[in-house]
């Protein structure tokens, strides 16, 4: 499986974007599927998940202000982050997850310009 983000770019404090995730294979085979981000200096934190399919979670500096959805049909994989602040400023990796196996995107950058 090969998962492509895009979406990144530039943007400023309160602004949004809408971060997307291609997967090269269904997405029916991929039950959890997940964004993290990882800003300059820091360790890669997670985002937001949606696991086993249907059970969502986010990081406490996001919740309210970003959403994930997935939608298999099209194989893909979204985050729509709103409210964005510089302390949102990292890569963004989407990521999927198949048992013991492991998936990452190859990052997209997010800047939020004060």
């Known amino acids: 499986v090969q998962l492509q983000a895009s979406g990144g770019g530039m943007v400023q404090a309160g602004g949004s974007l809408t971060l997307s995730c291609a997967a090269s294979g269904s997405m029916h085979s991929l039950p959890t599927v997940a964004w993290y981000r990882q800003a300059p200096g820091k360790q890669r934190e997670l985002v937001a998940s949606?696991?086993?399919?249907?059970?969502?979670n986010y990081g406490d500096s996001v919740k309210g202000r970003f959403i994930i959805s997935r939608d298999d049909a099209k194989n893909t994989l979204e985050l729509q982050m709103n409210s964005l602040t510089p302390e949102d400023t990292a890569i963004y990796y989407c990521?999927?997850?198949?048992?013991?196996?492991?998936?990452w995107g190859q990052g997209t950058q997010v800047t939020v310009s004060s």
């Open positions: 949606i696991i086993s399919g249907k059970i969502i």
């Open positions: 990521n999927a997850q198949r048992g013991d196996l492991m998936y």
